[in-house]
């Protein structure tokens, strides 16, 4: 390899790595949210290193250790739903991440108003809407754009 070579390979962007929570206790919400957003969501977006976790302690303790870009939750999961837990960080954290919850059906977004989401998305799952919102939070947090705090 020429030097003009080596050069030029290390002084491409770095890109960067997202790393997305998602929380369901089902096994088959958690793999369609990762289905549908992939690996790597957008062209201008680094890759997504997926968390999955099965109960609401994982979620938590997943973003108490930092560094988590975005937290996908699913507003059916039972027993700790993800609407009470996107309300608690919400309240609880000084810089919490992005969230986007999954709601059983569009009526229901006034919930996600309460929990103060970032994001909703209706089951059944829409990949292209599912892509659309959590690139959109991705971006916003890459930007250090402020997210949704809890009025006190």
Same mark, same amino acid.
């Given at each position: 390899?020429s @030097?003009s =070579? +080596?050069?030029?390979a290390? %002084?491409?962007? &770095?890109?960067r790595t997202?790393?997305?929570?998602?929380?369901s206790?089902?096994a088959?919400v958690? @793999?369609? !949210? $990762?289905?549908?957003?992939?690996r790597? /969501?957008?062209?201008d977006l680094g890759r997504i290193?997926?968390v &999955?976790c099965a %109960?609401? &302690?994982? #979620?938590?303790?997943a #973003?108490?250790?930092g560094?988590v870009?975005? #937290?996908v939750?699913d507003?059916e999961?039972?027993?700790?739903g993800g609407l009470?837990?996107?309300k608690q960080?919400k309240?609880?954290?000084?810089?919490? /991440?992005?969230v986007? !919850?999954?709601? +059983?059906?569009? +009526? @229901?977004a006034?919930?996600?108003?309460?929990?103060?989401a970032?994001g909703v998305v209706a089951?059944?799952?829409?990949a292209p809407?599912?892509?659309?919102v959590?690139t959109?939070l991705?971006?916003?947090r890459?930007?250090?754009e402020?997210?949704? $705090?809890a009025? =006190?």
């Open positions: 390899m @030097d =070579h +080596a050069a030029a290390t %002084t491409e962007p &770095e890109v997202h790393s997305v929570i998602v929380y206790d089902d088959a958690r @793999d369609q !949210v $990762r289905t549908a957003l992939g790597r /969501p957008a062209p290193d997926w &999955e %109960t609401g &302690e994982q #979620v938590v303790r #973003v108490d250790e560094d870009d975005l #937290v939750l507003g999961a039972w027993p700790t009470g837990l996107a960080m309240d609880e954290l000084r810089d919490c /991440p992005p986007l !919850v999954l709601i +059983a059906r569009r +009526a @229901d006034w919930l996600a108003t309460w929990s103060q970032d089951h059944p799952i829409d809407e599912l892509t659309t959590a959109g991705l971006r916003q890459e930007a250090g402020p997210v949704r $705090r009025l =006190h």
